[in-house]
């Protein structure tokens, strides 16, 4: 079969690999669609600290079932979204309920190879019915995931005025799933292009980084700082200036990984009584709520999608994608 595989940092090439096999208890998939992520950018420049090489990447994921054991459920030709963390069930994360934080959680594309490739095997628990969803929308479900459950672990509510830091998809998706908890949600990014789409795709109010960003969020209010800030910038820099938005009792979440350490004044800290958390990847019910929401036209999706390749084709798209946006916010692969 074909698949595109990153060599290494900087490095992709469409190449054959042997067609892989179900196992018992797994399922043969031909993926349709797959998203390219953030993640999948960082793997392409070597900033994942996650990961070794050489890699299938491809994570959000439209599949077909092949083969699907009997008993699941699944049967050939049926559409599915992929739950892409694997997860051993057995561990302390696992046993209390987060098998997104599993301490032997393998995540496709990253830990294993993923999607990017003409056929895959993935343990039938790993799959969720499309239940109506087209495959575009399919392959959209993951990435909304992470921002759904960020906005459910900092327990969003109404009552809460939010700053979503970074208006790339996961910082959209954060935005979208935090005005549908009820909260005053602002987005700030450095790009004007992107914090203008912004406006149009989520219940937002917009501000771009700049001289008189500080200004333009002390107004939002009232110089007072956000109940709950989010940040979706993969920034280090703009992961610590972000304490700074944070109102007395509020809560940060950390939702973009770095490799790098991140600092913060303790006394700031403190005088704040301030909650950090980090989020990370998501959970059952996180996809099922992103997929009601893109169900009840919550979600607009036509918008989200702004960029499509093939697979033979994103060996030399994802490169430039990676450091020329021109109105970028999800591009798909589509293997058909």
């Keep these: 079969m074909e698949a595109l595989v990153c060599l290494e940092p900087g490095k992709l090439k469409l190449t054959e690999l042997a067609a892989p096999k179900a196992n018992p208890g797994m399922a043969l998939l031909r993926p349709h669609r797959v998203g390219i992520c953030g993640t ?4 392409f420049e070597g900033k994942h600290p996650y990961l070794e090489y050489p890699r299938v990447m491809g994570h959000e994921l439209a599949v077909e079932v092949v083969e699907a054991p009997a008993g699941t459920g699944f049967a050939a030709g049926d559409i599915c ?44 628990g790993n799959l969720i019915p499309a239940n109506g969803l087209t495959v575009d929308e399919c392959a959209t479900v993951e990435f909304l995931a992470i921002g759904a459950h960020a906005v459910r672990r900092g327990g969003t509510t109404g009552n809460d005025r939010a700053l979503v830091v970074g208006a790339g998809p ?18 700030l990014d450095v790009d004007p292009e992107r914090t203008a789409a912004a406006g149009t795709i989520a219940k937002v109010e917009t501000v771009a980084a700049g001289t008189d960003a500080q200004q333009a969020l002390d107004l939002v209010t009232d110089g007072d700082g956000f109940d709950i800030v989010f940040d979706a910038t993969g920034s280090q820099k703009a992961m610590e200036n972000g304490f700074e938005c944070v109102a007395h009792g509020g809560r940060y979440v950390l939702v973009s990984v770095v490799k790098d350490s991140i600092t913060f004044s303790d006394p700031d800290f403190h005088r704040k009584e301030m909650t950090l958390l980090g989020s990370r990847n998501a959970t059952s019910a996180d996809f099922e709520e992103v997929i009601a929401a ?16 093939s697979l033979r084709d994103a060996a030399e798209d994802i490169p430039r994608w990676a450091t020329q946006k021109n109105g970028l916010i999800k591009a798909l692969i589509e293997i058909d």
């Design 40 to 43: 999948d950018y960082h793997i």
């Design 81 to 124: 979204v992929v739950n892409p963390y694997l997860s051993c069930g057995q561990c302390v994360a696992c046993r209390a309920g987060k098998p997104n934080c599993c301490t032997k959680i393998s995540v496709l594309g990253v830990h294993q190879d993923g999607g990017m490739a003409g056929l895959l095997a993935l343990p039938a």
């Design 170 to 187: 996961i910082g959209l998706g954060l935005a979208i799933f935090a005005a549908r908890a009820g909260a005053s949600v602002t987005i």
């Design 294 to 309: 893109i169900k009840d036209g919550t979600v607009p999706v036509d918008r989200l999608i702004t960029h499509r390749t």
